[in-house]
Structures are given as structure tokens and as C-alpha cells.
């Protein structure tokens, strides 16, 4: 340690002379912190921007006017940008007694102890496993988990029926696809395929492309195979009547009269 003026000093082992050229730390250390502080906001963008796209985004339909906008999968809500109507992303857990209307794109569930008696609920998925008596619209999956009544109307992208459930439908069950693993009564139209697998049951009238009932499941019902949207009328040909032909007598006006017998 020398003062800071000194042109000339002793070393204090050999006795030589020299001549201080120790640089100041304030010379050393600035150069050295400026590229770390750069590096360290360098990094906080990088892991920003890598977490913004884990996140993923997705697309979302207004309930309103029907445009559609892709959203990150973080936000709970966002804007219609066709008719600036507000568009609800949250999730809804029903654990008590719930009636008023949700309109979301995210998942509902219904725990045990919920009852969801709301006349109209759309959202983007739906777990079942409380009381259900209100209508559901859904635009992706639904899964029933729970034994009991449901009086309201379903419409969903697929139902799946829990192996321990035993669930009836008052009203028809309107689905693309339906999955059955537990005990079902209603009547269901689907756009494609049911398929009852094994151990499960299903009573009721069935309307859909095709049916599969894997060994140990059961049917009970009338099956219609073919459009969602047909009849049982519109299934089979109209019989069109068979024209009689006409007797020469009305076609010339005349009256036949009988011959004479000989």
C-alpha cells in the first residue's frame, strides 16, 4: 500500500526499486459490471419470452357475433374485436348452489356438493360431478362422473360416461361422439359413432352414423343408422302409388253399354 502520488517506492522483500503501476479498481471493475448488467436484462427478456410461449395461445369464438381470435392461454378474458362485446376465459368450480347464467371458455366443474340449475351455460369443457339442471352447451369434451336425474338439456362436442355412473336424460342428448362406460337412459343423437364398452348398458333410442357394443355391454332401444338429422320416414323411400290404367270407355267419354248375350 503506497500513497496515491508517490512516483517511486521500495519493495519491502528485495529492496528493489520500482516505480508504482497499480490502476485504480474503479478503472478495473466499471468496464466489468456494464456487460454483466447488459447480460443479466438479456436473460430476464429471453426467460420472459420462453415462458410467454410455454403458455401456448388459442383461438376463441365470441358468443355474440361468432369471430374468432387467437388468445394466450394466461389471459381470463379479453375483447371481441368485431363487436367489443366482453369474453369471459376463467374457470368456474361449482361447490355450492349456483343458478346464475355462464358464458366462458373455460372448464366448469362441478364438484359433489355443487348443483348448477342455471338455464344456460355454455363453456369450453365440463366435469360432472354434482347435480346438473340447468342446459349445457359445450364445445369440447363432457365428462358425467355421478349417479342420478339430469333434466336439462346437454349439447357437446363428446360425452364420456363414467364407469361408475348411472345417469338418466330427461331430454335428448345432442353430441358428436359418446362414450359409455357406466349405465346410461335417454335418447342420444350422434353426428358419428357410440360405443358402449364392456360391462356398460345403455336403454334408450339411438341416432347415429354407427354403434359399437363391445362384449359384455348391453342395448336396449331403437337404433336409426344413418344421418344425425334423419327420421325414421326420411330413412325409407315414399311408396309412390301405382296409377290404375284408364278404361277406354272414360277416356272417350262414352258409356259402356253390355253386349247382348248370344
Known sequence: MEYVAAKSTMCRQCGGSFTPSAPRPEIRLRPKQEPVV???????????????????????????????????????????????RHIDLRDYKITTSFS??????????????????????AC??????????????????????????????????????ERKAEVQFFRRLTVKSIEIRGRMTGEIVAQTVVVIHR??????????????????????????????????????????????PARESEISGAVAHPLPAT
Not at 50 to 79: H, L, Y
Not at 203 to 220: C, L, P, Q, Y
Not at 223 to 235: C, R
Open 38 to 84: 447488459a447480460g443479466q436484462d438479456t436473460s430476464i427478456l429471453r426467460k420472459l419470452d420462453s415462458f410467454w410461449k410455454q403458455r401456448g395461445s388459442s383461438v376463441v369464438q365470441c358468443f355474440e357475433c361468432g369471430a374468432k381470435q387467437e388468445i394466450s392461454d394466461a389471459a381470463s378474458s379479453t375483447i371481441c374485436p368485431a363487436c367489443s
Open 100 to 121: 346464475r347464467v355462464i358464458r366462458t371458455h373455460g372448464q366448469i366443474h362441478v364438484t359433489s356438493r355443487g348443483d348448477l340449475s342455471s338455464t344456460n351455460v
Open 199 to 244: 360391462g356398460a348398458s345403455l336403454e334408450g333410442n339411438v341416432t347415429a352414423k354407427g354403434i359399437t357394443v363391445e362384449k359384455g355391454g348391453m342395448f336396449s332401444g331403437q337404433l336409426i343408422i344413418g344421418n344425425s338429422g334423419l327420421t325414421q320416414g326420411e330413412l325409407l323411400p315414399e311408396a309412390k302409388p301405382v296409377s290404375k
Open 124 to 161: 369450453r369443457s365440463a366435469l360432472i360431478e354434482g347435480r346438473l339442471r340447468g342446459n349445457l352447451d359445450c364445445a369440447g369434451p363432457v365428462t358425467i362422473a355421478v349417479s342420478g336425474k339430469i333434466p336439462g338439456r346437454v349439447n357437446a362436442h363428446h360425452v364420456l360416461i
